[in-house]
Structures are given as C-alpha cells and as structure tokens.
C-alpha cells in the first residue's frame, strides 16, 4: 500500500512538473484590438505599440514602440516638431513616385482599410490598404501590406504596390521606403559628450553608421540605451526581393531601408536605377524589423533573421 501511494505521488508531482512546464513554455500571446483609427497591440497583456490611420496624419505609422521592460524605443511624436517631423514611429513611405514625395509628407498616403486576419496568436496579422495619392488626388499606387507581429518584438512586412492604368516611376534617391526613428538615447551621436552613443553594426560586421550606410546587408542593428536599459532594432532584408536593398542609417537616430538609391547611397559611384514598374503590374518587397534586448549578440539578431528567413514563406 505504502509502494502504491508513493507511486501515486511520484505519478502526481510528475504531472505537476510537466504542467508547469508546459505553462512555462506557452507561446506569447499577440494581440491586436481595432477601433476607429487604431490597432493596439498587445503581448501577454503588456503595450507594445499602436498603428495610427487618423486622415489627419499624412501616412499611417506605428508609435509608440515599446521594449519588454515598457520602455519606448522610438521617438516620441511630440519632438517631430522640433526636426523631420515625417519621422514618426515605424513606417512605410518614399519619395519621387511619378515625382510625388511621399517621404517628406508633401503628398499623402492615406488608408482605407485594416483587416484584423488574425486578431491573436504569435504571430497576429493585420492587412492595410494604402493609396498613395499623387498631387490630383488620384492614387499613384495602391498599397497592400501584410503585417505580423510576433511575440518576441518582431514585425514583418509583406508590401505589395499596385500600379493603375499608368506606369509608375520609382527614381533612385535615399529617401525612403522603411524604416524607424528611434529615440534620441539610442542614437549614435549623443548631444552629451559625455553619455554612451548608440552602437551600430550589419551581417557582415562594418560597425558605425559612416561604413554601414548605403551598404547592401542582410540586417543591419541598432543598439542604445533606453532609460539605461540596452535594447536595440535589426532591420532585416529578404534575399528574395527583386533586388538587394541598401540601409539609410544615421547617427541621430533615423534607421530605414530601400531597394531605391543605388546613385544616392553610393555618392553617384553607381548608376541610377530608377524602377519602371508597368501600368497593371505589382511589384512585392519584404522586410522586418526587430526590437530586442541587449546588443546584437545578446538579442540573437543573427539567429533571429535566419528565422525570419525561413519561415517568412515564398
């Protein structure tokens, strides 16, 4: 008798350990709740960030973009009043489409639709729609993008831009496509001498803003302190994009990616290769960004994008 209730409490804390476990290694849970002209996105309950389609912005964009310790890594909307005041967050825009500039808010991206695909899970995906509207009012290009975030701070997105009944010109410059601004402690150059500069390095080990910008790149990170914590955002390039893109990194924190500026981001060392895109046709670009903990190294960056890679589908 005493042998069968020692089995039966073995069999029971058994049971117990490996429900424990079990909870302890349950997914993160990602969820996004829609209202009028937000998604609040969620992890495990805790914020993460917001996308904004209020018509009174002039693009739609993510802020604020918090850590796991709830700290925030993007610049807060407020200091765009004091320079670039189209760095808002994360998103998605570029200058000189059919001579429209996007970028710098001259002309206006507005949305016209969220779908919640999946509301929650890890990931949990939202599809916008985007018309890129030239200076008649008439969209250039129609965008359709595809945005999951995963539980462990990264957001992929799936572009694709939808030409009209006229070919759409993409011409070579350094402004754009996507990208974050970060905040102001993260950046590499520090208006206090003083404080510790952000840290910036890519795949292929060039550390510094100065020799990894305009550099083709599979990921490029960035890496400061957030209110004396160090987190950092990869930005990762898919190697099944029509062709590589090349990074507009800086040292005042600005951090974006494009597959347009070949001219610009080499100091007019290479030709312009400025994108035709045919009326009727679309084109589909991939990127992430990654917000983590620690440097690169501590952040599993590189293993992060490999991930990324494999399962970021054809």
């Known amino acids: 008798m005493k042998q069968l209730l020692g089995l039966t409490t073995w069999c029971l804390t058994f049971v117990s350990m490996n429900l424990a476990l079990t909870v302890n290694a349950a997914e993160p849970v990602v969820k996004l709740t829609k209202q009028d002209h937000t998604v609040a996105v969620t992890i495990d309950g805790q914020d993460f960030t917001t996308f904004h389609t209020d018509p009174k912005w002039k693009k739609p964009y993510f802020s604020p973009v918090k850590t796991s310790a709830g700290s925030i890594i993007t610049r807060p909307i407020e200091a765009t009043q004091k320079e670039h005041p189209h760095h808002k967050g994360i998103w998605v825009a570029i200058d ?3 001579g429209n500039k996007f970028w710098r808010e001259e002309d206006t ?3 016209t639709q969220v779908e919640l695909v999946k509301a929650e899970g890890n990931p949990a995906e939202l599809r916008v729609t985007n018309l890129w509207q030239g200076k008649d009012g008439q969209p250039v290009v129609t965008e359709t993008t595809d945005i999951r975030i995963y539980g462990n701070r990264l957001l992929t997105y799936d572009i694709r831009f939808a030409a009209g009944k006229k070919p759409v010109t993409w011409a070579d410059t350094k402004e754009g496509l996507f990208g974050i601004r970060l905040a102001d402690s ?3 150059k520090q208006t206090d001498k003083a404080a510790p500069g952000g840290q910036v390095t890519n795949a292929e080990g060039l550390k510094t803003t100065a020799e990894c910008w305009g550099k083709e790149s599979a990921w490029v990170d960035y890496t400061g302190l957030v209110e004396g914590k160090t987190h950092g955002a990869a930005i990762f390039d898919h190697p099944k994009n029509f062709r ?7 040292d005042y924190g600005l951090f974006t990616i494009s597959p347009f500026g070949q001219h610009s981001y080499t100091n007019g060392k ?3 290769d400025e994108l035709v895109q045919p009326a009727d046709t679309t084109i589909r670009l991939r990127y992430a960004i990654y917000i983590h903990d620690g440097d690169a190294e501590q952040g599993q960056v590189k293993e992060t994008y490999a991930s990324y890679v494999k399962h970021a589908g054809e």
């Open 96 to 98: 000189e489409v059919n």
């Open 109 to 111: 991206i507005q949305n």
């Open 270 to 272: 290479l030709p312009a």
């Open 186 to 188: 993260v950046r590499e």
């Open 244 to 250: 590589r893109s090349r990074y507009h990194v800086r």
